[in-house]
């Protein structure tokens, strides 16, 4: 069908010259295409075009009305929109906004209303029963069996949905080929995070396990988690360990966040845990923001070196960390104690120093 359209029934539309044409019918040896004006109620407009060139070879009648630019814009961008609502999964705003974005102005104005173009997104959607209606909690959540398979560009399926741990408030769902199971029980070098954004409704992250592969980080699976607690991580690294029981990383680089790390030490008693330069600068940027330091720390070049000097303090050898804090501290800026006392606390700890416990069992760490 080329780049023409189709009609609310379906029926192929071709634009030509301003004009839209819905296909009729063959001629009676099949070697034409007979055309007429979609406003066929007004307009006796007729063409004939070839079987599969849709060049005008016969024209019937004139039109008795202008010409359309602006309408056919609209009816290739309706249907983009069907055509996206049938191979995506994309949410309906996404689906639209991607179709009508780049329209004329002058189609723009001629568009339905956004409320119309959703329904179309959803009808067509239902008509292939796409996607199943959202659950109201863990418990009825019901996963439809083409949601738990794998089709890879050869056309074959494969189990994507390795592991679920069944109905409940506290689910946990992981997605994974064979393969990239394989691949991360042959790793040594695993890398770890969760998001948020992305975590579908009902679940609290998405967490994503990588590993070295072919020279590069790539990820191998995919967990949808409900919360952040350790007695979720310690369940969704049991069930990790029941799929693949030969699971022995020897270094995993991971954010700060303790759950996360008291469940990895439980779970891989020998490994080594690396901490996140990127999550560590995050965090220390945003308390920056919280003690109302961030004017004087991008105005003031010799304070912005003494706050970068704190955070340089995961850089230094463990044996040498409470020289360090201290002979730091005698030269930071008064306005910085609390930054730097926020930092022992929360990431290198402290041993006694000041007569306050570790709080955060970061020198455990091997490294940032």
Not at 74 to 98: C, D, F, G, H, Y
Not at 306 to 325: G, P, Q
Request: aromatic residues 10%.
């Amino acid at each position: 069908m080329s780049n023409n359209l189709l009609s609310n029934r379906g029926r192929e539309i071709l634009p030509k010259d301003g004009f839209m044409y819905v296909f009729d019918k063959f001629n009676f040896n099949n070697t034409k295409r007979f055309w007429r004006c979609r406003n066929k109620d007004s307009c006796k407009c007729r063409i004939h075009t070839g079987i599969n060139d849709y060049i005008i070879q016969k024209k019937i009648n004139d039109h008795t009305h202008d010409s359309e630019a602006a309408k056919i814009e609209v009816e290739a961008a309706i249907t983009k929109i069907k055509t996206r609502a049938l191979q995506t999964m994309e949410p309906t705003s996404v689906v639209i906004n991607e179709c009508v974005g780049p329209l004329s102005e002058a189609a723009k104005a001629t568009l339905p209303n956004n409320s119309s173009l959703k329904k179309t997104v959803r009808r067509k959607r239902q008509e292939i029963q796409m996607a199943p209606n959202n659950p109201a909690d863990l418990t009825t959540l019901n996963i439809p069996p083409a949601y738990t398979m794998y089709s890879p560009s050869n056309g074959n399926e494969e189990i994507f949905l390795q592991c679920d741990s069944g109905p409940g408030p506290n689910r946990i769902l992981i997605f994974a080929r064979s393969k990239s199971l394989d691949i991360l029980e042959n790793s040594k070098i695993w890398y770890m995070d969760g998001t948020f954004k992305v975590a579908p409704t009902l679940f609290s992250q998405v967490y994503v396990i990588l590993a070295e592969y072919l020279h590069g980080i790539v990820p191998m699976v995919y967990i949808l988690l409900p919360d952040k607690q350790s007695v979720t991580y310690d369940h969704m690294f049991l069930m990790l360990k029941n799929l693949r029981p030969n699971l022995k990383p020897k270094s995993i680089s991971c954010d700060f966040e303790q759950a996360a790390i008291k469940s990895i030490k439980k779970a891989f008693s020998d490994v080594k845990i690396y901490g996140c330069l990127f999550h560590l600068s995050k965090n220390f940027k945003k308390q920056v923001g919280v003690l109302n330091l961030t004017t004087r720390y991008n105005n003031d070049a010799d304070f912005s070196i003494s706050v970068k000097m704190i955070i340089s303090l995961d850089f230094v050898r463990l044996e040498d960390l409470d020289f360090a804090v201290d002979l730091l501290a005698q030269h930071l800026d008064e306005e910085l104690n609390d930054l730097l006392e926020w930092f022992e606390d929360n990431y290198i700890g402290r041993t006694n120093r000041n007569a306050k416990k570790c709080a955060f069992p970061s020198r455990n760490l091997e490294s940032i």
